[in-house]
Every structure is written in C-alpha cells, then in structure tokens.
C-alpha cells in the first residue's frame, strides 16, 4: 500500500507554498500541475486530475467551481467515487508515496477518508483575518483585469453594473469569503475528530519561516516520507504576501465574527501543543 500525504486548507492559506517546498524535497504532487494566476505567480501546485474532478463534482452541483462555497455537499453517487478511486490506484500503481494538494479536497474529506483510510493529512491553517484579506485583494485583481479586457457596449455595461463596487472590494467580497473560510475549516474539524491522532498534523505556514525542521522531522521520522531536506527559506518570498487591511466594519452578520474568533482559538490551541 503506497504512502499518501493529502494536504488540506483553505484558499490563499498557503497550501501552494507548503506543496511547492514538499515537492522540492521530494514528494511527488503530480506530473502536471496547475500553473501561475492572479496571486499565486509561483503556480497553484494542484494536480489538474483531482482538481478537474473537483471542479466536475461541484458544477453538478450546481455551485461554483472555484469552491467558494458555505453549505454541505451532497454524497458523491458511484460513478463519481469510481472516477477517484481510479486516479488513486494510479497514483499507488505508479509511486510507493505521494499526495496532492487542492483547496477543494477540503469539501470531499468524507469521501477520501473512505477511500484512502490510512491516508495522511498536513492541515494547513492561517488566520481568518489574513485569509480573508488575500481573497478579497485577489478577487479585486481579478474584477479589475476583467473589466480592462471588456470592449465597447459590454465595457459600459460592465462599468454602470459593477463599477462602483469593484471601487469598494471588501464591501463586496469580505463577509461571502470569511463564511467560506469558516465552512471549510468546520468541515475540516469534522474531519480531523473521526481520524486517529497519528495521522493528521496542524501547521501554519509562518512556524516554517522560522524553522521547518518539526515539519520535515514530523514527515520522516514520524511518517516515514523518503524525503530529502530543502531549505523552505528558498521557496518563501516575503512580497508575494498581501498586507492585511482591516474589514471587520464590511461584516453585518457578526455571528460570522463570533464563529470565526471560536475556530481560530482551536488553531492557536493546536499549534501551541504542537509546539510543546
């Protein structure tokens, strides 16, 4: 049975960070990989085949492909459990170890415990305030190339329509992205309570600026990863993170708020165990 690292976390929590730096060490993530966008120039470091899956799954849903979601989804039906577990026993027919990273898997972790039951899984974890100010900025990027590239009548639409509002990112974006934030750190709770303790690691991705020797320790001794070290120091680049802009007034619902400031005191409890 071939070794499997699922790396977990939400959008922008820096799981393409953490995975560019495995896969420097050794660990296989995919013969092709998603590459740069808006906000990520280094590349996504996702595997195009489970993330094409994903995107598949949640169109029949009828939610949006990125994944910004905030509600359970439901079961996947045996023609789509069979188009994983295909690519899973590729994986295993061709490496004795490899993983994948995908924010999305976040919302099929039922579905992957019962396929991979002794699967590994390095949560990685970054606070809501952070998370949701690089989404929002990201977005902005991306509301702002869209709306240069429009032409014509379908420009004026797009400025009378959207215009204002894409002057105004956080108002628009804020409170939709830190309820996604909040969803797939639940779901990933829910997860974690159902696994044994000696399969899931906590990590945030700013203990490994300051020293990745518990992680790569944690992955070889503990794990038995044939890996080799790498220096995270290498693949880090202060500028590629977004400075933090304050948002909180742009959150109405403030049990969001609340829910938030709960999940976030787990991570700080988890991390500080870690760290004992």
């Known amino acids: 049975m071939s070794k499997v690292l699922v790396i977990a976390g939400m959008h922008r929590s820096g799981t393409s960070l953490i995975t560019q730096w495995l896969n420097r060490c050794g660990l296989y993530v995919g013969n092709k990989l998603a590459g740069p966008e808006i906000g990520n120039t280094e590349g996504l470091f996702e595997d195009v085949e489970f993330q094409r899956l ?23 039906d045996a023609s789509e459990r069979k188009q994983l577990e295909d690519v899973i026993e590729a994986r295993n027919h061709e490496h004795n170890e490899w993983g994948w990273k995908d924010p999305i898997t976040c919302l099929f972790l039922n579905e992957y415990r019962e396929l991979i039951p002794r699967a590994f899984y390095l949560v990685i974890i970054r606070d809501y305030h ?35 509002m894409i002057k105004r990112p956080f108002e628009l974006y804020a409170e939709k992205f830190l ?27 700013r203990q490994l600026i300051e020293n990745e ?28 993170i977004s400075d933090v802009e304050p948002y909180e007034k742009y959150i109405h619902n403030k049990s969001l708020l609340k829910r938030a400031k709960e999940i976030e005191g787990k991570f700080n409890s988890i991390l500080f165990q870690s760290q004992k």
Not at 54 to 76: D, E, V
Not at 213 to 240: A, C, I
């Open 54 to 76: 994903h995107k598949q799954f949640l169109k029949k849903r009828n939610c949006s492909p990125i994944g910004f979601i905030t509600t359970h989804l439901t079961p996947l």
């Open 130 to 164: 952070a998370t949701v100010s690089s989404l929002v900025t990201r977005e902005h990027k991306v509301d702002m190339k869209r709306f240069s590239s429009k032409k014509g009548l379908s420009r004026l639409k797009w400025k009378l329509l959207k215009g204002m």
């Open 179 to 205: 309820g996604v934030w909040i969803h797939y750190y639940e779901e990933i709770f829910a997860h974690v309570r159902s696994l044994p303790p000696d399969q899931c690691i906590f990590v945030n991705y």
């Open 213 to 240: 020797n518990f992680l790569f320790d944690h992955l070889v001794n503990d794990w038995n990863f044939s890996l080799h070290y790498f220096p995270f120091s290498t693949v880090y680049k202060k500028e590629m």
